[in-house]
């Protein structure tokens, strides 16, 4: 029905970048706050960055000021701009896109590995 697919994600060594993408189908992009979502081995998911339909964004302390959410609602996409790569920052990337109200959901993209090591 609804399908996230997630591109950019790879090798990359600390202070580098990377620009991650997410596509998502349907009708659905324009109503939905848009986010990106990590999740390293052993430790749980954790909120990255968020955009709301209207273009507010908020960021996780950790990756404020490195990292840049923006949205193309003309190619139902989301990116994440990613700079000044940390090894912490290695971590499955996930893309989500949700609604709350009269007709709520919550989807989901595969996930993309992102990554950085010398």
């Known amino acids: 029905q609804v399908q996230l697919v997630e591109s950019g994600g790879g090798l990359v060594q600390p202070g580098g970048s990377l620009r991650l993408s997410c596509a998502a189908s349907?009708?659905?992009?324009?109503?939905?706050?848009m986010g990106w979502y990590r999740q390293a081995p052993g430790k749980q998911r954790e909120l990255v960055a968020t955009?709301?339909?209207?273009?507010?964004?908020n960021y996780a302390d950790s990756v404020k000021g490195r990292f840049t959410i923006s949205r193309d609602n003309a190619k139902n996409t989301v990116y994440l701009q990613m700079n000044s790569l940390k090894p912490e920052d290695t971590a499955v990337y996930y893309c989500n896109a949700q609604r709350r109200g009269l007709y709520e959901y919550d989807y989901w993209g595969q996930g993309t590995q992102v990554t950085v090591s010398s």
């Open positions: 349907g009708s659905i992009f324009a109503s939905s706050a």
């Open positions: 955009i709301t339909s209207g273009g507010y964004t």
